[in-house]
């Protein structure tokens, strides 16, 4: 079986964000896999112990996710691929989509698996674009997968529910926390990370020019969310108590 | 000059913190209480392949060098120190000696199994009269037949229940008034030797501390590892590894003592304000970091020298007596800044303190690591 993951470096989930002119500065910052994506590697692993076959790790992103798709080999990936899209301008989910087209255009696969969302932008849009491009189905959210044949059946996490879906391969799934326990990468997986191929591409090996896939979405402006204030604990009995907090809420908040 | 961890470290390093923070720390406290062995925790461990770090690939480790094993010592040692003793002593005590001196068939039938994490590491030579002074050893083996007779007793020997072999120094002749001292690999299970674990100890609670009775012991005489009366030399050998896995476990119970106490001192206030704003708290915790970097620059320092086929007695020494003292004065500081807190044991800086007395007391106190210090400066 052909599988393949989409992955996508991010900020460890405990860094501070910090706006440095208008961007968000990556000084001194750590980072990771994206923790959804990381439920994708674990289970392309599972699928290709079941079922053989070869797990390749993508990622579109600059030169330094190689840290990070060196540690999905380690995990036991079998390639690994980086798409450096460095020179793309204002790079957007539109623009990661197209070169993921681009990549998948003359590939043959079985199954390609993403996380649902990325802890940094979080807007989800990778998995299903991708499949739209390239015409296969795609369940977003699963909390399971089990392959026969040509068919899948997947348990999808819909807002708390479980749905239960049939769908036909090649397919593109995004993972969903509960998929899987992601396994630590072992001692002799990290001394052989270093041996599995690592292949760097660049947008002219996929027929792009940075043209082709700049940006659709223009930035206007990055600012954190406001500082919460201080809480505020009301005193007097229970009515006393409601009666101010009705007035706060007219008079400081207006939202009533 | 190169300060940079390579790729192998790096990922060694964060595998073995999140492995350290959510399957060591968890239990530490309780495992402090109840001196229950870690041994699902030594379990997972093998089955990572962190049991057989440094040694061979064709004998089932992991093919690593020394900078990788301060690296697992240190992250495990962060979150527990019974945890970080266990694995060091496992590798550098019980592991490093069958693997520099053994015979292919002892590395075959001993360090195997310990790489693969079926059994623990141990190494036999402390006894009531007997430590760093080899001299004082009291145990003999006597030739009988083809095989040695052993009569002795050991003392305070780590990982002795889990152990599958374990080799022990005795005395097997004598040259003139010197002493003849070898190493001879004793089976766990051979008859006439008893493992107990008779201590209260003042830390490291969960560590499995033994002694060792040896009456009448037979073991073949192929059992004796390496040369016939080179057990000191040997011994002396297998202690420059292991004072850098002390060094390593220094490193970690000072940066957990540093860590726990820094975000303290941010979240405590007294007299309006952030224990971390008055300056008399800023000056111990700025004496903490920096004596955190430098013990730890020592202890790699160490390890590089070995990884390089370089002498390192001397730097193995420095790095576990700068590293085992800045910890127990960092472990120190740490209680005081958490004040009466830090008297309490759910805050776990107490534990950090009893844990790292033993660190400038086992494999050399400090003392001795001073003589070795000063023999090798020329003295």
């Keep these: ?256 | 000059m190169d300060f940079e961890l390579s790729d192998e470290h790096r990922m060694l390093q964060k595998m073995m913190r999140e492995f350290a923070d959510a399957e060591v720390a968890p239990g530490a406290i309780e495992r402090d209480r109840t001196g229950v062995f870690p041994e699902d925790i030594f379990k997972k461990l093998g089955e990572l392949g962190v049991l057989g770090l440094p040694f061979p690939e064709e004998y089932g480790g992991g093919g690593a060098d020394t900078i990788s094993f301060v690296i697992a010592v240190e992250e495990l040692s962060r979150a527990c120190g019974s945890t970080g003793i266990t694995y060091s002593a496992h590798i550098s005590l019980g592991g490093a000696p069958i693997h520099m001196f053994g015979t292919e068939e002892q590395k075959r039938k001993y360090l195997v199994p310990l790489c693969t994490g079926e059994a623990l590491g141990a190494f036999g030579l402390t006894e009531p009269g007997a430590g760093s002074d080899a001299g004082g050893t009291e145990t003999s083996a006597v030739e009988d037949g083809g095989e040695w007779v052993i009569n002795g007793t050991k003392c305070f020997i780590t990982n002795a229940s889990y152990a599958r072999a374990i080799p022990i120094t005795a005395v097997t002749g004598r040259r003139g008034s010197k002493k003849e001292i070898s190493a001879i690999i004793v089976p766990a299970d051979a008859e006439g030797l008893t493992i107990s674990e008779p201590y209260e100890k003042m830390g490291l609670h969960a560590s499995n501390t033994t002694e060792i009775h040896l009456e009448n012991v037979r073991v073949p005489k192929e059992n004796l590892l390496g040369r016939r009366g080179e057990g000191f030399k040997q011994f002396l050998a297998t202690l420059d590894g292991g004072r850098i896995g002390i060094g390593a476990m220094a490193v970690g119970i000072a940066q957990a003592a540093y860590e726990k106490t820094l975000r303290y001192a941010k979240i405590r206030r007294q007299f309006g304000t952030s224990l971390s704003k008055f300056q008399a708290i800023q000056f111990k915790l700025a004496d903490m970091a920096m004596k955190i970097e430098l013990a730890r620059l020592m202890v790699y320092k160490a390890a590089w020298l070995k990884d390089n086929g370089k002498n390192f007695s001397k730097e193995a020494a420095m790095c576990k007596l700068y590293a085992s003292e800045a910890c127990m004065e960092i472990c120190r500081e740490a209680i005081q800044i958490h004040g009466g807190n830090g008297y309490m044991r759910e805050y776990e800086v107490e534990r950090y303190l009893r844990d790292a007395k033993l660190l400038e007391i086992g494999e050399g106190t400090s003392e001795v690591q001073r003589m070795v210090i000063a023999r090798e400066i020329g003295c």
């Design chain 1, 1 to 256: 079986m052909n599988i393949y993951v989409l992955m996508k470096r991010t900020f460890d989930t405990e860094e501070k964000i910090v706006i440095e002119n208008g961007c968000i500065s990556d000084d001194g910052v750590n980072f990771i896999i994206n923790p959804y994506d990381e439920f994708a590697i674990e289970e392309a692993i599972r699928l290709r112990d079941a079922h053989g076959g070869e797990v390749t790790v993508v990622t579109v992103g600059a030169e330094d996710a190689e840290k990070e798709l060196r540690t999905a080999l380690a995990m036991g990936c079998d390639r690994a691929v980086l798409i450096n899209n460095e020179d793309v301008e204002d790079g957007d989910q539109w623009s990661t989509a197209e070169i993921l087209a681009a990549y998948f255009k003359d590939k043959e696969f079985d199954v390609i698996l993403g996380g649902n969302v990325s802890n940094d932008n979080g807007t989800g849009q990778i998995g299903p674009r991708l499949a739209e491009k390239l015409g296969i189905p795609h369940v977003s959210t699963i909390v399971k997968i089990e392959i026969d044949g040509d068919k899948a059946t997947l348990e999808r996490d819909a807002e708390g529910d479980i749905e239960i879906i049939e769908a036909s391969l090649p397919l593109l799934v995004t993972a969903q926390q509960g998929l899987n326990e992601p396994r630590y990468p072992s001692l002799p997986g990290i001394m052989k990370a270093k041996k599995k191929p690592l292949e760097v591409l660049e947008l002219d090996d996929l027929d792009l020019d940075e043209d082709d896939v700049s940006g659709r979405t223009e930035t206007v402006e990055v600012f954190l969310p406001p500082e919460k204030g201080a809480g505020r604990i009301l005193e007097g009995d229970p009515d006393t108590q409601a009666r101010e907090l009705v007035r706060l809420l007219r008079n400081e908040a207006k939202v009533i």
